[in-house]
């Protein structure tokens, strides 16, 4: 964001906390990619008078925690597009969670948003972050070899629950099997981002998602353990074969956009990859990075097992609202 070719941030909103503080000291920057002067000087300011200011702006990219998001997104995107990583509207009807390389199709629910709600702007959010790596994987299946069911395991990074996130004694030497609604997510958000878009309404997948949401102590990094019952026969040479052809047509529609990863999916022959601290910085953290594929014992000819790598802060977050951005400029909605 901070050197994007097309976008520049000139103003920053946050809590009555961060209000009238440089963003160097309000934000607790965690990134090894240095913060820019420019940026760490700016003000912050209460997010209650962005609405106020909208005119000031193109665009609001959104990361509030999901109960403020909804009120304040809205009400931005009477004026303004509103693009976001929070939850708040991802379930209504006529918002599409917008992922390019999934979903690019889902596009024209801006219209239909606008027009029902009488808005100027939209809002337009990503998935969730552990959504992200399981539906891009996803993708070459389901549109190769057909779904009827999966099963999934995540292992999360810490910094998928904020900052401060979880306290070091409950999270050093331990595995935590539950995050808070996540696995709802998870379900809901898989069969509508992979679901059909006609006439402005979304049909969702028709197969079942089961799932366990775990956070573990990496960083960064969703590394997810995936098993897929397949309508067709599908051995892992298809699997890889169907990630080829994705990758080729990913990049021939979303190359030049900047964000784009040169691949989507990275995959790793090695019995050991994906590994987070190796591997969630492919393509800029922008590839998925699928690894350990194999036939599955269960289902057999019609199933196969792998693990997902996606980083849930650049891919998961704000570097993928950059690339939905970033194409829904280049098809004229913003
Ligand atoms: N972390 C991830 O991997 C990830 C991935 C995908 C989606 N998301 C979603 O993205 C959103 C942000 O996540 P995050 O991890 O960046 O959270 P975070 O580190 O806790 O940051 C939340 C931001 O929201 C501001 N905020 C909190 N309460 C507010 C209020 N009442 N009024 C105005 N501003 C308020 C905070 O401002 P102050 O600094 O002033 O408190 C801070 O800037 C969440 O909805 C999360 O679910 C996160």
């Known amino acids: 964001m901070f050197e994007h070719p097309w976008f520049e941030i000139s103003g920053l909103y946050a809590s009555e906390r961060s209000e009238g503080k440089p963003y160097g000291t309000a934000a607790v920057w965690h990134s090894p990619t240095p913060l820019p002067n420019?940026?760490?000087?700016?003000m912050v300011k209460n997010i209650e008078h962005?609405?106020?200011?909208?005119?000031?702006?193109?665009?609001v990219f959104s990361a509030l925690p999901s109960d403020v998001?909804?009120?304040i997104e809205g009400r931005c995107a009477v004026k303004k597009p509103?693009?976001?990583t929070a939850s708040a509207f991802r379930y209504k009807e006529d918002v599409?969670?917008?992922?390019?390389e999934v979903n690019a199709g889902h596009a024209p629910l801006i219209e239909r948003q606008k027009k029902e709600?009488?808005?100027?702007?939209?809002?337009?959010?990503?998935?969730?972050?552990?959504?992200?790596?399981?539906?891009?994987?996803?993708?070459?299946?389901?549109?190769?070899f057909g779904i009827k069911r999966v099963f999934m395991t995540s292992m999360q990074a810490l910094s998928g629950a904020g900052y401060p996130g979880n306290s070091a004694l409950d999270i050093v030497d331990n595995v935590i099997p539950f995050i808070a609604k996540e696995e709802g997510k998870v379900v809901l958000e898989t069969v509508k981002t992979l679901g059909r878009c006609e006439n402005q309404v979304v049909h969702n997948a028709n197969f079942a998602v089961s799932c366990t949401c775990t956070r573990v102590p990496t960083i960064d990094g969703h590394f997810l353990s995936i098993f897929v019952e397949t309508e067709k026969e599908c051995t892992p040479e298809d699997y890889k074969k169907a990630i080829a052809e994705y990758n080729a047509a990913c990049f021939q529609t979303?190359?030049?956009l900047p964000s784009a990863p040169k691949e989507t999916i990275v995959v790793k022959e090695e019995d050991n990859r994906p590994q987070p601290r190796l591997d969630r910085e492919l393509g800029g953290g922008m590839s998925t990075?699928?690894?350990?594929i194999r036939q599955d014992e269960v289902f057999g000819t019609h199933g196969i097992k792998y693990c997902s790598l996606s980083h849930n802060t650049k891919r998961g977050a704000a570097k993928g609202e950059l690339l939905a951005t970033e194409y829904l400029m280049t098809k004229g909605y913003l």
């Open 38 to 42: 420019s940026v760490s000087a700016m």
């Open 50 to 59: 962005v609405v106020e200011e909208l005119d000031q702006y193109d665009i």
């Open 69 to 71: 998001a909804e009120s």
């Open 82 to 84: 509103v693009i976001s």
């Open 96 to 100: 599409p969670i917008l992922v390019p």
């Open 117 to 144: 709600r009488g808005w100027k702007g939209f809002v337009v959010p990503g998935p969730n972050c552990t959504t992200m790596g399981l539906i891009i994987s996803l993708k070459p299946i389901y549109d190769t």
């Open 254 to 256: 979303f190359g030049d």
């Open 289 to 292: 990075v699928v690894g350990r």
